[in-house]
Each structure stands twice: as C-alpha cells, then as structure tokens.
C-alpha cells in the first residue's frame, strides 16, 4: 500500500489521534517492509526519459524534483503532520523561525499591512520590525486580549493577522474564533504559531485559520536534538508558500525530517507526562511565598484558563512564574546551582530548563509592569518529586543569600 493510500485511508477511518500519530506518514511495503521511512540525502535526482524530466519541470512539487524542493523523507513528514494538524498540505523548512519568516514572506509585499500579536515569539517580531518594515510592509502590534477589538485595527491594506497563542513569555491566550471572524469579513489571511499546544492540543482549522506554524524543534522533535519547522496551511495557499520556501533555497536536512517524524510517534505518551509535571509543578509553586503568580493557561487560576479550556485539547510544559523582588544575588543563588533545570534556550525536549526573561524587551502595544523576577520554566520528563526538591534547594540558597 502507497504511502498516499495509506495517508487517504486513515484521514477517513477516523483514528483516534494515538493511532494516527502511529501510522501517518509510514509506508513499509514502498520500503521492503521496513517500518520507519529512510532517510534519504539528495541533491541531484535522475529522470529515465525526456518525458519524465518535461513533466517534473511542469510540475515540481508534484513529486521528486530536486534535493532542495524535498525528498520521500521530508515528504513523509509533512504528510504526517499535515493530517495531525488539521490541514490540506505542509511544507518543511530548516526550522521554526525559518517557517515563519517563509509563511509572511509568502503573503507580505511592499504597501500591504500586518498585525502582530504583542507577545510573539520575540525572534518573530524582529524579523517583523526589521526584514519586513524594510521591504516597505507597515507593522503593528495589538494587544493579544483584544478578541473582536481587532476589527478597530484593520485598514484596506491589513493583508495578515498573525496569532501566537498562548503568547511566548507571559502565556494569553487569544480568542481565535473572534479574530478570525473579522479576518474573514476583511479578507485578510489569518497565521498562528501553534508551537506550544502542538497538533494534539489545538486544530487551527477547526477555527478557521489559514495558516499554522509549527517549531517543530520543540515538542515534535522531543528531544532537543535537531532544528525544524513546518508550515501547515489549507490546499488554496499551499503553492505560494511551497514556492516562496524553495525560491529562498530553504532545505531542510533529511537526518531532521527524519526525527521529527520519529518524534511524532512517542508525541501523545511524552505530551500528556509534560502537561502532568508542568501542572504539579504550577500548583506546588504556587503555594511558594517566593511567588507571587503563576502564569499557565492551563491552570484554573489563570486570566486565560475559559478561553484554554474552550479551544484546547492538551497543555504542555511550558509555563511562567513569577517572583516577588529579589537581588539578583539571590536569583543567581536560586539559579547557579539546580541540578536538574538547566539554563538555556528553546524547550520542549526530555529534559527541564529554566530561564529568567523580561517581557519590557518586547512589547509595544502592552505595557508589562509586573514587579520581581519572570522565570519560564518547561517542565521534562523527570521524576516530579525530584524536580520540586530542585527547585526547594534553590529556594533555601536564595533566602541565605
């Protein structure tokens, strides 16, 4: 059985998503029955006939073109992660920053108009504010709370609306639906980086977005190991964005594709134990007097937990805390020395990471005034007693200091 019959198969049978995550993008019997698709590294690829060569020139995403337009491996994955999300097609791309910037490029020129959410994914607004504010697009950046408000921000030339939800930092949750209802009456092309509740804790195109993006380096990958991204979109806009993703030589590698559709296969067992630690974790420090507030879409407390609760299906690991003011004596204290959150960037992998941030360095359309340390942490696959008791210790460093 091909891999498009098997792919069309289970796109009607119903599968729950466990099974599907199983089986889409899988093809033994084109592969002598081996389970897992190979891995294959190509640049140049042959034709066995004139004919052949004038009908892939015809028709390049039609098949097996040329290395960089993509290979059986990367076509796997898309395949998967196209049906996991909801969508007609994806196109794969070196990583999550590459799918954003190649999605807006596909959509954006000179005189048209984009609205942002105030709290992207900061590497987002920079590629907003510098590439595109040269190449003559206006940006502007609106307050992610502001549901059917945003109807007052769109003019004529207001071509993208662009959702990140929730929001990288602080964690709003947008109101989807409503945004998308004045997209639609306004005809304006709606994104949404969909990284953090991932394809099983939120289908886009269940809400009527047009485009997702997904950094799959995070929890698709699962284990820190490789950079990748995928833009998923409806079939109408599939050869813009396939087009604009080639045309900027964006390629990426075949060992990538490869674990992230190896990752996709674990992706409902390890999500599900990252929600579970990242939510105990909440709790537990929520009744922490060194905290002042937990912000965690997730979690019952929080501004956004309705609007979670309404279009979602799962929560990760993913969450802030923040604390009451200390020295940073006292936060390098806490930080220096945890012996199982490390420092660093990205999330979304086996293991816990934490890192201090500040929203001031990005907001525009928003003020952050809260007071005292903001730290993300995402919550691994760790035992969650030892992960309390880490951050315990910290805490005691940080009163001594």
Known sequence: MSRKHKTDAFLRSGHQPATRLTHLGNAPFDN???VNP??????????????????????????????RMGTPTS??????VAALEGGDQAVATSSGLAAITCA?????????????????????????????????????????????????????QTRVIFMESPGSLTFEVQDIAAIVEVAQRQNCITMIDNTWATPLGLCPFDHGVDVSIQAATK???????AMLGAIICRQEHFQRIKTMVTMLGNAPGPDDCYLGLRGLRTLDVRLPRHA?????????????????????????????????????HAACGLFSCQLHPCSQIALAAFLDRLELFGMGFSWGGYES??????PRQCRSATIWEAKGPLLRI????????????????????????
């Not at 000179?110 to 040269?134: H, M």
């Not at 990471?353 to 500040?358: A, C, G, T």
């Open 353 to 358: 990471l934490i890192l201090p941030v500040d």
């Open 219 to 225: 929890y698709i990958v699962g284990h820190a190991d």
């Open 75 to 80: 076509a796997a994955f898309e395949t998967a």
């Open 378 to 401: 995402h919550a691994g696959l760790e035992d969650i007693g030892d992960l309390k008791a880490d951050l315990a210790a910290g805490f005691d460093r940080m009163a001594a200091a």
């Open 32 to 34: 002598h029955g081996i």
């Open 104 to 156: 807006l490029l596909a959509f954006l020129s000179a005189g048209d108009d984009i609205l942002v959410a105030d709290t992207v994914y900061q590497p987002t607004r920079k590629f907003c504010d510098g590439v595109l504010r040269s190449l003559g697009v206006g940006v502007r950046y609106y307050d992610p709370l502001i549901g059917r408000g945003i109807a007052d921000l769109v003019n004529p």
């Open 38 to 67: 190979p891995v294959y590294h190509a640049s140049t690829v042959l034709f066995p006939s004139l004919r052949a060569l004038r009908q892939a020139i015809a028709d390049p995403y039609g098949g097996t073109y040329y290395g």
């Open 276 to 312: 579970e630690n990242g939510l105990a974790l909440a709790e537990w420090l929520q009744k922490r007097s060194e905290v002042s507030r937990i912000l965690h879409p997730a979690w019952p407390g929080d501004q956004g937990y309705d609007l979670w609760r309404r279009d979602f």
